[in-house]
């Protein structure tokens, strides 16, 4: 039962150009919700989050949008700089369970010189 | 350093043999977690330490797996009789508590383990 999803494994972009990354759920309970970067041989490095009481929190070149009624969430990354090649892993928490976080499979993003 | 540190960075282990993974959180941290990420998916929990108390061990796979943390700041996470699908990158994460409910995680880099 995957409750956090990120259906596309690998999203290629140019440089300077918007990256947009999804990612849907399926437990309700859900309440907030983050954004890790994983590089190669690290551990996931914590991006950006929001909280169900709000729909969009931006933060420099990072943007996240929450909707809550199609329990979707997206990462936007403006522009897209090389640097930003990673793996991004969407994550959840529902506020009964203290921090355990439940993680999607993670999007491989590439960014183009 | 000032991160939380994983040791070793990678383990062979014979099926059948007992393995031992530490992690050092950040200092002062309160929480620690462990989870394990199989190739190809995301990290899932595992358990969950609050000090030297081990509140959720909900996801910990089978009675082989163990986890403690006596003294409130380094962990161990043991595997007992090594299985194949054991195999995965076990990574530890750490916050501090504050008022805020929910607190960054930050993670070591992980220990990849391989079972032979």
């Known amino acids: 039962d995957q409750q956090v999803k990120q259906n596309s494994p690998s999203l290629s972009v140019q440089e300077g150009r918007i990256s947009i990354l999804n990612c849907d759920y399926t437990n309700s309970m859900f309440d907030y919700f983050l954004w890790y970067k994983k590089y190669p041989a690290e551990g996931p490095t914590f991006l950006i989050s929001?909280?169900?009481?709000?729909d969009k929190n931006e933060d420099g070149r990072f943007t996240v949008f929450l909707n809550k009624s199609a329990k979707h969430l997206s990462l936007h990354i403006v522009p897209s700089q090389p640097g930003d090649s990673a793996v991004y892993f969407c994550a959840a928490s529902p506020e009964t369970s203290g921090s355990r976080l439940t993680f999607g499979e993670g999007t491989q993003l590439t960014v183009n010189p | 350093g000032a991160g939380v540190s994983q040791s070793p960075r990678y383990k062979v282990a014979k099926r059948g043999q007992d393995v031992a993974l530490r992690c050092d959180p950040i200092s002062g941290h309160v929480s620690l977690f462990w989870y394990q990420q199989a190739l190809g998916q995301g990290p899932e929990f595992l358990t969950y330490f609050q000090n030297e108390a081990q509140l959720d061990k909900s996801g910990l796979p089978s009675d082989r797996f163990f986890a403690e943390r006596p003294e409130g700041s380094v962990s161990t996470l043991k595997i007992q009789r090594t299985q194949q699908e054991d195999s995965a990158v076990y990574l530890c994460a750490s916050s501090h508590i504050r008022l805020a409910r929910l607190e960054t995680q930050y993670f070591g880099p992980g220990t990849r383990l391989l079972v032979l």
């Open positions: 929001i909280s169900s009481i709000k």
